[in-house]
């Protein structure tokens, strides 16, 4: 079993970005995968993400700019030869996850890819049923979480 | 402070996306106010479905082909290059859209100094040009 922990990202008018990371360390998933791929020279596909992320803010995490597998989304679809996953709650919240380099057309088709597909899907199951049970709950506006911010998966 | 934060930003990767979202916001907004799905867009187009969801993740790289063939089909502007020859490309556009409101000037003037006008404001701008040469 594992436990996942929800934190603040950022927040701004039109988003509330929350990541995830692991009971174990120290790090979320999201600088972990940022600083990870940055020394490893696709500084070019982080800025791409960089901005992907910033427009999203700017405009809301609207369905269409996300590709779609399975309970997960995932972003930018074009462009970058990174991808990063994220569960989109709705326009205004999301949560953010780490990713990988993609390596064909599916999440499957990449080691890293997969596992962060996999990660967001078990993720999204759990906190769907912490939403049901009010474990965790929206605040009034939707862009803030409370109550037990972390998930456990096996 | 984020590790995203800490990244020193690139001017022109920052306006590529933003470029790309903004086209594939006027495309979606189009779609929307004609009342046309994704899937019935592809049908007219004879396109997958999943062709026209790539163009409106905002991550596109559309090329100029692609984006005049969407305008004759739409019947709208996507995209529009500010050039001395504003006038002519301007009165079919016009024409389709007599109600168009006049002009917020100063939104409009701002992108003069831009060789790409923000395709949500061509119509304001083009018919307010028009309004202040007559």
Known sequence: ?154 | MTRLDSITDDKSIGRFVDKSFDISDRIFEILTRKGLSQRQFADILGKNESEVSKWLSGTHNFTIKTITHLEVILEEVIMAVISDNLDNISFEYIDKNPTAELVDCENCLDNLNVPYLKTERVNKFVEYSLSESL
């Open chain 1, 1 to 154: 079993m594992k436990r996942i922990h929800f934190q603040k990202y950022s927040k701004n008018r039109k988003l509330s970005i929350y990541t995830v990371r692991f009971a174990e360390n120290t790090e979320n998933e999201t600088d972990s995968f940022l600083k990870k791929y940055w020394q490893a020279g696709f500084k070019e596909d982080i800025l791409i993400i960089k901005n992907w992320i910033r427009n999203l803010e700017d405009r809301g995490a609207k369905e269409h700019y996300f590709r779609h597998e399975r309970r997960a989304n995932a972003g930018p679809a074009h462009f970058s030869k990174l991808r990063i996953y994220c569960i989109r709650c709705h326009d205004n919240l999301i949560i953010l996850d780490g990713g990988g380099e993609k390596r064909g057309q599916t999440a499957q088709d990449g080691q890293e890819t997969n596992a962060a597909m996999e990660l967001m899907n078990a993720v999204d199951e759990a906190f769907v049923e912490k939403i049901k049970d009010r474990d965790i709950i929206y605040s009034f506006d939707g862009m803030d979480l409370f109550g037990e911010l972390f998930v456990d998966i096996s």
